[in-house]
């Protein structure tokens, strides 16, 4: 499944740190950061989640709820939550997806081959209320290092998605 802008963003039902999710259910009227990585317990994906964590009330200012995916379970995300909050000073509460047989991430082709065949690929999705994506950026796992995606780049990316909405075509500025 290749999915596109526009497109109605697949549902799913999963095991989260959180608990069991309903995606578009758990989505409700809010827009939604949904972001993966390859693995527990890594450099760049403990900075990013705890980055993720720290910006989670100016998430909340802006109705966006972030969602986090590995290709782990549930018991080795607690384990790493602790880790996170620990080295990253911060206390995550949004819910990590535990995806061990990597249903979703291939529903989100999140899995490609080129890179690995068990890990996801570093994959955003910004989804509006309406449960369509309104952008995605995928980069390969070891690209992380030197990459400048961060979830501080998601506030500008969800920003311009939101001026756009069914009535108005993106790139057309609302009136003021």
Not at 77 to 101: C, G, M, N, Y
Request: hydrophobic share 35%; with cysteine; proline share 6%.
């Amino acid at each position: 499944m290749s999915l596109k802008l526009g497109d109605t963003a697949p549902n799913f039902q999963i095991a989260t740190t959180t608990g069991d999710i309903d995606f578009h259910q758990w989505a409700g009227e809010s827009w939604v950061f949904f972001f993966s990585h390859p693995a527990d317990f890594t450099p760049v994906c403990t900075t990013e989640m705890g980055r993720t964590a720290q910006l989670a009330p100016e998430f909340a200012k802006r109705n966006v709820k972030p969602l986090g995916l590995s290709t782990d379970t549930v018991e080795e995300h607690l384990k790493w939550i602790k880790d996170v909050d620990d080295t990253q000073h911060t206390t995550l509460e949004f819910p990590i997806v535990a995806d061990s047989e990597r249903k979703i991430a291939e529903m989100y082709d999140m899995i490609h081959p080129g890179q690995s065949s068990t890990a996801a690929v570093r994959s955003v999705f910004i989804i509006d209320p309406a449960k369509k994506i309104r952008l995605t950026m995928t980069y390969r796992c070891r690209w992380a290092a030197t990459s400048t995606r961060s979830c501080a780049s998601s506030t500008p990316c969800r920003r311009a998605t939101n001026t756009a909405s069914p009535r108005r075509p993106i790139g057309v500025r609302a009136k003021r």
